[in-house]
């Protein structure tokens, strides 16, 4: 087999267990925070708002050090930091008393964290150019895979073995990945031709990138892309049992409804990747763009679950082509050297996505409901799609098209 393919099919399980040990906790966090004395739901809800943002919040501030590091010494060095390092965390995270240790047990797992920027800087500099779209679109789905299917294990999981052996657990698998990453994992990476080039602060470095004008465009769709999709997340049980009523199957139905964007999403992804192998990163990241807005607007006016059971499968669909071409084209515009820093500044753009899109859809949703924050996410992404066209497309051809 290529070695591009082991490096992909190894940090696909790596992105996997990464994605799926962050999201393992989701549904019994609040009960974990009651075993640990707190009762009170008003202070079992702030504790569990908190901890679960808290990863997101040192992620957002050190993505772009790693990632500048990974640039000086190599990809695969940062990965096996993250994924040894984000073990040993997620082990100790058994083993807190309070939830305040929890909490500070996060922010140190988002510090260490990294794992998913350096596997995709890997992958794009030891992946042949014409079959990019398709190694990020196959690394994107492992990612999906995991956000999707980690809720799910951690739910069956503390059922079976109770709340603390689960961290033990996906610490175990979280440190046997970064194991089979050391050994089958190979980088082409030489540290003497980057050790010559001059150091570069975290901030100088975000201002060299933004000077390339397709950078900020592909960091904005990352955003956007979190942001739109989370901003009603935390809203969807509610929106569904508006739709069902309160009779039987209204948790199966949230929980459908939820995970059905993003089972479409890891089909996609590599389908996507390949298409645009063939016809362009940039084609297939307008027209994702441009899907991904319009199957907002159908949900604002669904009567009933199977409409937005529907709605929500196509938007996961056109998902699937944003985030693996918008990686393809950072590789593409990004100077050489500077990749792993390009990759964690977009990790950032997620993680802040992450943060704001359920603070503000919460905050805005009693003033315009649910159906307005679909609505709102259409505009936004339809905004973007025009503002990536502008940006990405030559400006001749965007001359042709539009006359």
Not at 50 to 78: C, E, T, Y
Not at 97 to 103: I, Q
Not at 115 to 131: C, D, G, I, K, Q
Not at 141 to 148: D, E, L, Q
Request: aromatic fraction near 12%; hydrophobic fraction near 55%.
């Amino acid at each position: 087999m290529e070695r591009w393919k082991i490096n992909l099919i190894v940090l696909w399980l790596g992105q996997f267990m990464v994605m799926s040990g962050m999201t393992m906790i989701i549904p019994f966090l609040p009960l974990y925070i009651q075993e640990m004395g707190i009762h009170d739901p008003h202070e079992v809800a702030v504790w569990a708002g908190l901890i679960f943002a808290a990863n997101f919040v040192s992620s957002f501030i050190f993505q772009p050090i790693w990632g500048g590091l990974a640039d000086r010494f190599g990809r695969k060095v940062m990965l096996l930091r993250s994924g040894f390092g984000m073990a040993f965390v997620m082990m100790f995270m058994g083993m807190a008393a309070t939830p305040l240790h929890l909490l500070l047990l996060r922010l140190a797992n988002g510090v260490i964290s990294g794992f998913m920027p350096a596997a995709v800087a890997l992958v794009s500099a030891n992946t042949p150019r014409e079959r990019m779209g398709f190694a990020m679109g196959t690394l994107q789905s492992g990612s999906v895979a995991g956000t999707i299917l980690g809720p799910l294990f951690g739910g069956v999981l503390a059922e079976w073995v109770g709340f603390r052996p689960i961290f033990y657990i996906t610490g175990g698998l979280l440190f046997a990945a970064s194991v089979l990453a050391a050994f089958l994992v190979k980088e082409k990476f030489d540290i003497e031709q980057a050790k010559t080039r001059p150091k570069m602060s975290v901030f100088s470095g975000f201002r060299e990138l933004i000077r390339i004008r397709q950078l900020p465009a592909l960091y904005s769709v990352t955003f956007l892309i979190q942001f739109s999709i989370l901003s009603s997340m935390p809203l969807i049980p509610l929106f569904v049992q508006e739709l069902h009523g309160s009779g039987q199957l209204l948790a199966f139905y949230a929980g459908l409804v939820g995970s059905v964007t993003g089972f479409s999403n890891m089909i996609a992804s590599p389908l996507l990747g390949r298409l645009g192998d063939r016809l362009g990163s940039q084609r297939i990241l307008a027209i994702a763009l441009i899907g991904t807005g319009l199957a907002f607007i159908p949900q604002a006016f669904v009567t009933n679950i199977w409409q937005l059971l529907a709605s929500r499968f196509l938007l996961g669909v056109f998902m699937g082509g944003l985030l693996p071409s918008v990686q393809t084209l950072i590789r593409q515009y990004t100077p050489s050297g500077m990749e792993s820093r390009a990759y964690s500044f977009n990790t950032s753009a997620l993680a802040l996505g992450n943060m704001l899109g359920p603070v503000i859809g919460g905050a805005v949703s009693g003033l315009i409901g649910i159906r307005g924050i679909f609505m709102t996410a259409a505009v936004l992404l339809l905004l973007n799609a025009l503002w990536v066209r502008l940006s990405l497309f030559p400006r001749n051809q965007v001359q042709k098209t539009g006359s």
